[in-house]
Antibody, heavy 121, light 110 residues
Framework: EVQLLESGGGLVQPGGSLRLSCAAS????????MSWVRQAPGKGLEWVSG????????YYADSAKGRFTISRDNSKNTLYLQMNSLRAEDTAVYYC??????????????WGQGTMVTVSS | QSVLTQPPSASGTPGQRVTISCSGS????????INWYQQLPGTAPKLLIY???HRPSGVPDRFSGSKSGTSTSLAISGLQSEDEADYYC???????????FGTGTKVTVL
């Protein structure tokens, strides 16, 4: 079964850091670009960051640039999101998502269940 | 603030046809393909339409997508109670060099 499982969420103080992980199974992880998408409580979806299949190319939303770093370990079938200098407005459910094709299309056919990040003092 | 604008809500009775619009610009919808997502309450989003008007396996043919210029729309024909959900359009934006989602539309089945 194709599956994505996020972990690493939790409560963190403003200015703190957190690293999210996304464990993939059921498909050839190294063949597909991956992304992180978040959803603040009661709000819409916001794409946060994306990474190519090899990890050589990364993209960020303006809200994440300079603070978040996306990476992947294809030997461990795992996607990461390192989040630094966290703010209250980063509070959200964070989803990892798999591209449908072996290139960039923005068609995310597999999503994880999400992990909640709460930034509060 | 999203660069793709959707109406906040839409509704219909069972069996009706409902259409959701999504308006963008030449840097996103005008140049790149559109995807639509359905999000049922308390669940992760699900890919509903990809590449403007294609349905993934398992998505009923009641759902269809279309695009014209810098606008796109999702149509749900034969509305059913299980279609009550939030719907989002999405596209790559060449100016932002990133992916953008629409503001979202909540569909209610009356």
């Amino acid at each position: 079964e194709v599956q994505l499982l996020e972990s690493g969420g939790g409560l963190v103080q403003p200015g703190g850091s957190l690293r999210l992980s996304c464990a993939a199974s059921g498909f050839i992880f190294s063949d597909y670009p991956m992304s992180w998408v978040r959803q603040a409580p009661g709000k819409g979806l916001e794409w946060v960051s994306g990474i190519s299949d090899s990890g050589d190319d990364t993209y960020y939303a303006d809200s994440a640039k300079g603070r978040f770093t996306i990476s992947r370990d294809n030997s461990k079938n795992t996607l990461y999101l390192q989040m630094n200098s966290l703010r209250a407005e980063d509070t959200a459910v964070y989803y990892c998502a798999k591209e449908m094709w072996r290139g960039w299309s923005g068609a995310f056919d597999i999503w994880g269940q999400g992990t909640m990040v709460t930034v509060s003092s | 603030q999203s660069v793709l604008t959707q109406p906040p809500s839409a509704s219909g009775t069972p069996g009706q046809r409902v259409t959701i619009s999504c308006s963008g610009s030449s840097s996103n919808i005008g140049r790149n393909t559109i995807n639509w997502y359905q999000q049922l309450p308390g669940t992760a989003p699900k890919l509903l339409i990809y590449s403007d008007n294609h349905r993934p396996s398992g998505v009923p043919d009641r759902f269809s997508g279309s695009k014209s210029g810098t606008s796109t729309s999702l149509a749900i024909s034969g509305l059913q109670s299980e279609d009550e959900a939030d719907y989002y359009c999405a596209a790559w934006d060449d100016s932002l060099n990133g992916y953008v989602f629409g503001t979202g539309t909540k569909v209610t089945v009356l």
